[in-house]
């Protein structure tokens, strides 16, 4: 065997050494920095587990504890932002309300905003059963599902390596109005946007009901309209992926938490399923809902903020 011979094996070993390498290394980290829908799902019967999260409920106390105790571990900075609301029409006047605030990466810049509510109705106006339609509903879908999906990008984010900084934002008080009084709904949204400065936000992304078992996410009408951008930015990810659960048409139109923000010139996409026929009813429960549905909108997610 020449010397050269001997040279080039012994190159060849040191790339084949090198690669093995570099894709064990690969294995090894790439769980970390991968969304986890079955743990996600776990998020959502651990919510539903506290009971009603609804104003004032002693479920809600608890969801405000369980909430900050799971991001004091993950992120920069958690902030309890605590405000009251007075209904006129019910004379009723609830203290303490609370969005809760996950920040990371707080010197990063642009910032963008990760969202949904964490509050469950307290009425079931849907309900088949008149005589329940009073009672507070276990909202596994709508409420507990868009937090799970953010709990869980929490505890990717932080060994990420993202092109933006991110806030983790949870509303109270998105579901509590009656039809036809639309100051009644997405109180905490409106309130939050009123605390943070004109163009905080580059973008965000509001997630509501996205855990139905049969997932079908169409564009909402006015993100598509005010929010085109980071709604193009969404569905051409969700295309690109092959995540099928993103139609590409626009259906509803929803007064949701982020018109608040359109209203105030930061475009944030809503990302609802409307088509669930348990919405507002007792039977919104976690059999309703699937882990594969939430790693569909985890997994888009999680694409649009890696750098």
Not at 2 to 23: E, Q
Not at 37 to 53: H, I, M, S
Not at 147 to 164: F, G, H
Not at 214 to 234: P, Q
Request: one cysteine or more; proline letters at 6%.
């Amino acid at each position: 065997m020449t010397a050269h011979s001997k040279s080039l094996r012994g190159f060849a070993v040191f790339v084949a050494i090198l690669v093995i390498t570099a894709a064990a290394g690969h294995s090894c980290g790439s769980p970390e920095l991968e969304f986890d829908g079955q743990r996600a799902f776990g998020y959502l019967t651990d919510q539903v587990d506290l009971g009603p999260r609804n104003p004032g409920s002693p479920g809600a106390a608890k969801a405000i504890e369980y909430f900050r105790n799971f991001f004091d571990q993950l992120a920069d900075t958690v902030v309890l932002q605590r405000f009251s609301f007075t209904d006129t029409l019910k004379d009723t006047m609830f203290n303490n309300l609370t969005n809760i605030v996950a920040k990371f990466h707080p010197e990063q810049l642009p910032r963008i905003m990760l969202c949904a509510h964490w509050d469950t109705r307290p009425f079931a106006d849907h309900e088949p059963d008149s005589s329940l339609r009073n009672d507070p509903i276990p909202g596994a879908n709508d409420g507990a599902s868009g937090c799970a999906v953010l709990m869980e990008l929490a505890n990717i984010i932080p060994k990420l390596d993202s092109r933006y900084g991110i806030d983790i934002v949870l509303f109270d008080i998105e579901d509590y109005g009656d039809a036809g009084h639309l100051d009644y709904f997405c109180i905490g949204s409106k309130h939050y946007v009123e605390s943070i400065p004109a163009n905080y936000y580059a973008f965000g992304i509001l997630l509501d009901m996205i855990g139905d078992a049969d997932l079908t996410i169409y564009r909402e009408s006015f993100s598509h309209r005010y929010a085109r951008r980071v709604t193009d930015m969404v569905w051409d990810k969700a295309a690109e992926l092959g995540v099928t659960s993103f139609i590409n048409a626009v259906k509803d139109t929803i007064y949701d938490d982020h018109v608040p923000f359109l209203q105030n010139g930061i475009p944030v996409c809503d990302l609802i399923d409307f088509d669930y026929p348990y919405w507002h009813t007792h039977s919104d429960t976690p059999d309703k809902c699937s882990p594969q549905s939430l790693a569909d909108v985890g997994k888009v997610l999680l694409a649009l903020i890696r750098r």
